[in-house]
């Protein structure tokens, strides 16, 4: 064990690269954010954790949009998340400006995971310490994919990433059903996260969602979020 | 033994290059993949395993056609696997986009490969982790080709990759014949994929052939590969 | 824990990058700056520290101006602190020569924090050892950021940074409220720092705010300083 | 002799370059090649191992031509190999364009050398793992060279590289005479391959031979091979 | 302790850069200079220690004039400070032909010490072995500044560098006052220095100074700073 | 010791480079040669020693024209060495080429050790393992020259470098004289390479001479050589 | 004191740069040179120690002129001082033909030291292991410069470089005096040198000499040198 994790992406005996595991461990210790694909359309919930009293939530988002259709939410550390988040708008504006249409959700996340890659096999940098979720609406309908420190990415029904994520997957895996409508959904979408989160304030939590019909994500307005946890009765002291 | 493993492509002492090596066992937790070359033709077929419930199995390939004639199935590191998937991508349009005609299989390869050796002896960057199946028709006839992180490449006709490749390889060396027609080498490939790994649900199962009348590489509708499961009666429970 | 803190912005086990938890570490010896944000604007003060009987305190400046509506004061290694300074500068400067308008406090904060981020993830230099407040006025009102040495930064309501910010944060949370008057604002800020650092002499502490009204950072004069510290009696010896 | 073997082509304190020694342990795992040189010109012969039973052994060449009057044939790491054949092959058509000529044979070689010997002398890459014989006819009449990962070269009236050259070369030393006609030596260079190695099928032999008076290398069908290894009573079982 | 001191230009658990603390030990070793500003001006006095009878202390100067108005004096490693004193010989000289004016002393100061902060961030490179006092005369009236090898400067009334600069700093903050006359202020720091220093030899002491009303650096003869030595009793033994 | 043999051209605390020094005993592995400067001239004599029983010692030069008044000879890694005959060659042409006259045998020398010094100054590369014997006529007379790999140079009346080079020199102090005719300083030579290796075969010995008046190196043909090793009694067993 | 000698031009924790220190120690195993000053102008005597009966000491320079006017004479390793003489040729010839003058000796041997002074502080090269007296006669009349490999360099009346330089000054500070005649100078330099080293062979010392009426190096002929060794009975065995 000792040694292979110290040298940048190089392989450990059993195949591993550590510097990516541990890169993992980054994105375990974030804010969680939850994605759920239904059939008419994608939502993303996440939390902005109350690091402090004085934290104005107001001033940080963690539902980017990244172009009309398309939205992504990081967990893990928040100035790489920054980096990927700023790489993934240019290659949507490129994509709009060249072809003159939206950009496919998979060909912008494959832009994302490839830069990523890239950081696991060459040496001089380590690799981005974030998770993102990635959903939108395309030419071929609602689209989720999980992104992570690999450069890997696949598509879910519904995923978690971060802290507790394990909770929230066990959650969406006993809850999780494709024909439920948008309204059921986004309250899918938060009693997963809330299935693991204690909530004590609308203004730590954020919900975007898309549908089919619009092909634009829409974030909800703090009030929205406000009514929305008062309807699911989960907000735990306001 | 200490210390060869973690500098990056050096030879050990017995001439080995640990890296490589270790590359390879990363290439051994892949999902594994089947290629079966027969008299008419060269099948590809390869495993997605299930790696959660709420896991879209629509949204990964396991199976790339790279042009085509030709298609590629690798095991081990997604990532790296998707970074070789476009290189060939782009060689293979190339040789078309110059020479007016579809590139041959052992070229194509031996570009991948060479690439691959390359990070197998500089410095500043590790092996691959990941290898191959490279199956299709060109003037030569049908080919299969292995090719392994060191960049090397062996013509098979029938072999296997990834996790329980031992037990597959084993399944193929007791039931091989070259004078299979395509139907037969079909069932071959998936019976010897199924001889190591428990198949619940045919969408984790894809399978694509080309014929040498044809030229041209084809993939089964997941309905299709249902049918064949339900066929050779290998569909655990469904 | 041995090893994982000496290579350059690599993941430890745990998913830290140690190098950047050990700037932190300069930060921490760094002297106090306060930031405090109120309805009518915000407010910075800072330490300087008395180093010697002949130290001329004129000539260091705590609070730095980065352009007429905004500023920023470090805590940390100062000469780290003076590159950022100068970046910061440098882009609010081409932003109001490219767009001709002051560049949001937001879009500021990033630029730095972007520079910052890149020296935690690529090998060959270490990270900046400084945190900075960044407060100012833009159309979207008051603004008031908090950055570290990772590249993340934080919108808070008050907030400190620098030798003693636990103590100091503590009393601006048990003190603070939203719907201060500027007068009190200052008041607020200058007994925070007071509360965790003896003040011997008025030119020790600088003050600067800004009114939304105005959009101006201005800074009070020693005079001013001295006037306020007697009004509450905060000089220890004079 | 702790140390002085990771460090990249160093020097040990008895002048010894330890990669480059190691690198010549990938040589002796190799599948041996034979080199006889005599009157009338000069032949090669060479193992292709049986690896698997569904190993399709015409996927891969053992000897390789580089031009019509030259050919070479590689014991080692095959991907290295791929590299240096294909830059010999570069050097040759090179030579062939610019001077209407073929090349020397000691001058390819030495071109091959040179490339060789860059990598034993600066950091960042490893050694070739490979050693090759080139086999030719030139003005100088048959040429018949070893080369070792060092990137020395030494011409032989017969040599072997890789797995058992010591029993090979010992063959050769009791049995070689230079007055042969090509006939005898093609006949001396497969027993002395056979003295080391069990040959149970004639696809896994190959053979090439050039004469003076035609500088052209060619290679022996399977079916010569087969003919050939029956006439000398060399195939165990068939 | 073990090991953050090893690698260039990274941070202690403590937060600390041990590189620069170690490069401060070698200004610690180097021979002093005192600095005192004064009302009507500035004045440095540095020692050149007589390091053999042979040496012909004619041949190196420990005050240097940067441009009319501003002097540098160089504790530490002599070759480092030559860079540097270089260095802003080329900034102030800049400076005249692009603007046709004196620089300001903070701006030169700054200059040379943003160089320095570089060698304390980036691998590849040790810190400058060396501080410097900056002294002159410039728009805003007398400016003394002391500069180390993190690349820090601070404005003193008086202050002392290299061998001994504790007693030394220890006499300035005992017998400072700003009133002083320049000849007062000469004496003072002259003073100073052989309060630490034995001085045997004229020629091992020299003293520069600058009034407000000139600005113009003017450095005593030998003569002259004989007399004054003379004229304090400070001359050990002539 | 330990370490500082490790790290590519660092000092030791004794002040030795000791890659330079091993880069010493692999010359002192090396073939030995000879150079003996006379009153008429210059002559090299070198060993090739038989490695084998089929080694084709015509296919390897151990005495190399440079120019035609120029030669070399070295001792240590032939690679290496094949790499510096090359650039000399280089030179004395360029030479040739530019002044329309041949170059001086030192300034020759030079540009080769020039060469060889970068290697033990600059990191990412090992030195070369080579020392060369340098001997020709020019305006100057005959010179004789030995390098070694720390790119120093120094011209002796005889010397011998490589295996046994102790013994060949005691036997040239006991026996040089300068005022000898070129038959007897080639006896010379010869002998003293005789002194301390066992002569088994003329065609493992090499011989070059030039003399002032024909300003022309001269290689002895291998007839010559035997005739010349019968007269002298040096072969062992014919 | 384990690993700070290792690293490249990195500072100890008391302020040294072992790196630098070591390179002196090769300077002190360096066969020693010797410079006198006096009111009329400069001498060099230097040791060109006799390591072989066969050395042919008219093939090695110890005093290599610089420019008509200046001169210089290494101790240390002879292949890196090579390296800064033809630096210091390269500059005084630029410095000639751009300005039509002679180069100021102390201008000459600041270029040399800023070449030295980079290679104590950037990775990837050692410094150089060689120590430079430098006299000349220029406008401001006889210089004497002494460097060392920090790049440091100090003007003396009288200096010794190399081994023994210990005694060899002791014997000049008891010796010395300013208002020499050159003819005295010379034999004071010539009996210093003779002071620590055993004179067996005129060819074995150089000696150099200028004047300021002439300001030009004029070098002894052996046969002066003789003389003068036989005047001063010097001479151990002739």
């Not at 110290?6 to 990516?20: L, W």
């Amino acid at each position: 064990m000792a040694g292979y994790d110290r040298a940048i992406t190089i392989f450990s005996p059993e195949g591993k690269i550590y510097q990516v595991e541990y890169a993992g461990e980054a994105v375990k210790r974030g804010w969680p954010t939850v994605g759920v694909k239904c059939k008419s359309g994608v939502v993303l919930a996440a939390e902005k954790r109350k690091i402090s009293a004085l934290f104005d939530s107001s001033s940080l988002d963690k539902i980017y949009l990244i172009d009309d259709h398309v939205a992504a939410s990081p967990s893990g550390l928040l100035a790489d998340a920054r980096i990927l988040i700023d790489y993934a708008r240019d290659v949507a504006l490129s994509h709009r400006f060249i072809y003159d249409e939206p950009i496919d959700v998979e060909f912008l996340t494959k832009a994302v995971c490839n830069l990523k890659q890239q950081y696991t096999q060459f040496g001089g940098a380590r690799p981005f310490g974030v998770a993102l979720l990635i959903a939108g609406i395309d030419r071929h309908g609602a689209r989720l994919y999980q992104t992570d420190p690999s450069g890997v990415y696949i598509g879910y029904f519904a995923a978690a990433i971060g802290a507790e994520s394990g909770t929230i997957t066990e959650y969406l895996e006993k809850n999780y059903k494709f024909d439920l409508e948008m309204g059921d959904c986004i309250d899918l979408a938060v009693k997963a996260l809330a299935s693991a989160v204690e909530i004590s304030d609308s203004a730590n939590i954020e919900v975007a969602y898309a549908t089919i019909d619009e092909k634009k994500v829409k974030k909800l307005s703090q009030d929205d979020v406000a009514t929305l946890l008062a309807k699911l009765g989960l907000l735990k002291k306001s």
